[in-house]
Each structure stands twice: as C-alpha cells, then as structure tokens.
C-alpha cells in the first residue's frame, strides 16, 4: 500500500506546517570562453543564472531557467526549488535543479531544453556532475549495488551519511530507481561490509509500498532525536533512522530493527 498523501491543508502535520527549508545550495561559478555564469539562488520563486565577462567583471545578460509554482495556502519557502549544480560542456551549459531535473542552455542561442536526470538515457554522464563518495562508486563498480539498480538525483542530497546498523560503523543510503520499471527507492550500504539492502524500488516496505516516487524529502534522524519526536507509540530505536517524507504531508521513519530495515509510519 502506497504511502497516502493528504491533499487537504487541514491535513497537513503539524510538523511540515511548521518547517522551514534549509538554506539555499552554493553553486560553485563555471567558467567557458571568458564568461563566468553564476547562479545566485537569492529568488525562491525563479532559478535563474547570470554570465558575467572574467576580464571586466560586467554583467552581460541573466537568464530565467525555471519558475517555481507557489500555492497561497501552503508555506512559500518550502516550495522553493533551487538551482543544486552548474557543468560545461560542449558549448552548453548544463542546470541541474535540487529535484534532479537537468536543464540544457545553448550558450549561442539561450534556448533552454530541460530533460529529467532521473529519465536521461545516459545516467553515467548525469552522475559525472555529481561528488559521488568512494563507498558509493565502489558498491556500482563492483557489483554490490545489483545491476538493475541506478543512482538517482532526484531529491537533493542524492545520499545520507549515518550509523543505520548501530555498530559504530558509518554506514550510507543512497536514493536508487529500479531500471526496468523506473520505481524508486532507497540503497542502504553497510560501512563495515559494503553489503546493500534496496528498500522500495521494487521491493515494498510499509505504507511506503516500492516506490518511493512520492518521496520529497529525506534527512537522517539521530537515536536519541527519532525518539523524542516521533508520533505516536516510540520504536526501540538501535540506530540512526531514515525521516523519508512527502513535503506538507505525510513522513515515516525507517530504521533497523536488527534483522531488517522497517518502516514506522508517522501520519497519513
């Protein structure tokens, strides 16, 4: 059974109602052809991108990549997506937003194509623009991330860093999409032995059911924190937990009971 999103603002929980994003990414400026091009980040309700010449340091044009729709009854700034990511190459200039989605801008002629980075037939390219750590790389390279699985860049940040198994051990999960029928999930990789459990993608966990496409929002909650502010009966906790949720509506943690990873649903 999917995790039911609550379409109703009277629904919504109280601790979405109350959140506030965090701060917006620092993009690093990118450099081609003596024109440095810059994302600002200063604007929730557009993403936008200023090129600037490197010898006289002037302003030469701005460019809107993208516009955010704001819905009046909800919080504004946690419907802020900005740009996460900014990449050259072969005369074009690649705007990677914090939903993953990828944005081509001809530097010629200012026409912006946009393409989903979770969709792209070449996921490796995608992945290029990406610092993807060393655990990581070495869990798809050598077979322990099974080959029907990819990374996926849709929620920023694309992976956690925390003790999930309770060893002592830092352990990382990574947002994963199932290659044959585009179901997302999550991979949890044990620090100590790069084994991987896939939740959802495919394989079902608790109300989150095995795709986690609904899934915008995720952070890591630390034993002591889950436990003080989780709703409802509290889980014995062994470790860090998963906070995965759908912004303004329902979350759930995930967490290791010490046979496997299962699923504490928040609200609904």
Do not use: C
């Amino acid at each position: 059974m999917r995790l039911t999103v609550v379409l109703s603002a009277m629904a919504f929980l109280p601790y979405f109602a109350l959140a506030k994003r965090s701060a917006p990414p620092r993009v690093e400026p990118v450099i081609h052809d003596s024109i440095r091009y810059v994302a600002p980040n200063d604007d929730g309700r557009r993403a936008y991108i200023e090129a600037w010449d490197v010898q006289s340091n002037k302003k030469l044009w701005e460019l809107t990549v993208f516009t955010n729709h704001i819905e009046p009854r909800l919080e504004e700034d946690v419907q802020w997506v900005f740009i996460n990511k900014l990449n050259v190459r072969d005369g074009t200039l690649l705007v990677i937003s914090e939903r993953g989605n990828t944005y081509q801008i001809d530097l010629k002629t200012k026409v912006i194509t946009q393409s989903d980075a979770t969709k792209s037939a070449t996921p490796d390219a995608t992945a290029q623009l990406y610092d993807i750590p060393e655990v990581i790389n070495r869990a798809v390279t050598n077979g322990l991330l099974p080959k029907e699985y990819e990374l996926s860049f849709r929620v920023n940040p694309f992976y956690l860093r925390g003790d999930f198994i309770g060893d002592g051990k830092a352990d990382i999960a990574v947002l994963v999409k199932q290659r044959s029928t585009g179901k997302f999930g999550i991979a949890i990789i044990n620090g100590a032995t790069d084994k991987v459990t896939v939740v959802g993608a495919g394989n079902a966990i608790g109300n989150g059911g095995d795709d986690f496409e609904w899934m915008d929002s995720w952070q890591v909650r630390s034993k002591g924190r889950a436990s003080q502010e989780v709703e409802g009966r509290v889980p014995h906790l062994r470790s860090d937990a998963l906070l995965v949720g759908k912004s303004e509506a329902a979350s759930a943690l995930i967490y290791w009971n010490g046979k496997r990873y299962v699923w504490f649903q928040q609200g609904d």
